[in-house]
């Protein structure tokens, strides 16, 4: 069995002009998000690779013209044998035009050494990488013996969780793999999620009356919603020192879990004393913290900052957490997702990394947030591994090593190979 998954990795070096071709194929379709919807075409052809493969597919629209992709290839042995979720993202961050880009985007670019081209590292290569991997095992014959489903999902560059809709549709295995952009380390990572508060008042007031709400002898209870606001940004700050101070996760700098007061909309015009404002919020946090504690903690605390105010006490702030789209309803969670270096899974693959390539495999966390927090709150044990740097991602002419595709293409290939032979009776 070693001597056949050998021969079968020696093959990526050898045709690695046709995993090549295959990421330029991936890169020439147009998929950024936003503006997104614009996935159709690049996930049918995910659709028909993998039915090649003799995958059984299930594509639906999540939005229109915006498909996921899961592709289930049955196991010989299923209740015996581990079963595997590959995960990626088919979208790509946006470009505008005015980025000095050496060529179009879209029309990828192979030399010295590397692919340039939006996506080639976050994170089509990721994808090119586990379909050429698949492709050589099915053409090798070999019969898994446990499960190995891929999905192809869309959104994830505007948190529209396409993985989301994978795990509610009610995919699940022993373990997931989000070969999303992490320079072939095994992460984990921090979560995020965005909110709004609203300051209202129920009356609603002409400019003239300000002398009468805030000077002696006016009578008139009310206030500016846009001053009353910088008292709960005030809040937000004193606890955001707080958990800088109090919080802390192996790998993250300290005061990582920041509270960022991103966009502040208020008032009608010139005329008004500013009946409503509101304010949409990114909050970071760590690994072993979720989001709605993190969401009950701000709460609590701003309940507590109001309470404070004469006027606040009375028109008390509203929250509103997350959302499933930055496009449709300005708002997203990332759930966060820690990585147990213990887990049977992940040993199989620090032990993949190390065999193939010969230096040690790394476990930490991810500076960023991908999809592979939507397993952790599904229940299914997961990590983020895949080829590509953040320095790349979402950046003018992002590009990919070659060699850190080939390296990975033979990992996932060594790994889905070994954790499918992994009988799921036998202990360590
Ligand atoms: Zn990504």
Known sequence: MAQKIDSLIELVDHRQGELINLLEKLIRFKTPAPPARNTEEAQQFISSFLKQMGFEVDKWDIYPGDPNVVGVLKGAESSDYQSLIINGHI?????????PWEKDPFTPVVKDGV???????DMKGGLAGALFAIKLLHEAGIQLPGDLTFQSVIGEEVGEAGTLACCQRGYKADFALVVDSSDLHIQGQGGVITGWITLKSTQTYHDATRKRMIHAGGKLFGAS??????????GLQDLERHWSVMKSYPGYDPGTNTINPAVIEGGRHAAFIADECRLWITVHFYPNETHEEVAKE?????????????????????FEWGGTSMIEERGEIFPSLEVDPNHKAVKTLMHCHETTLKHEAIVDVSPT???????????????????????????????LSINQLLDYTKVILRFIYEWSHTNKNIGE
């Open 115 to 121: 692919i340039i081209g939006r996506g080639a590292s």
């Open 225 to 234: 919603t846009i001053e009353k606001m910088t008292k709960i940004i005030q």
């Open 369 to 399: 947030v991908t999809d592979g927090g939507w397993f952790g709150a599904a229940g299914i044990p997961a990590a983020i591994y895949g080829p590509g740097d953040l320095g790349n991602a979402h950046s003018v002419n992002e590009q």
């Open 298 to 318: 701000i709460e609590d605390h701003i309940r507590k900052v109001a309470e404070g105010d004469i006027w606040l006490r009375a028109n008390p702030p509203m």
């Open 91 to 99: 979208d790509v961050a946006e470009v505008h035009e005015s980025e």
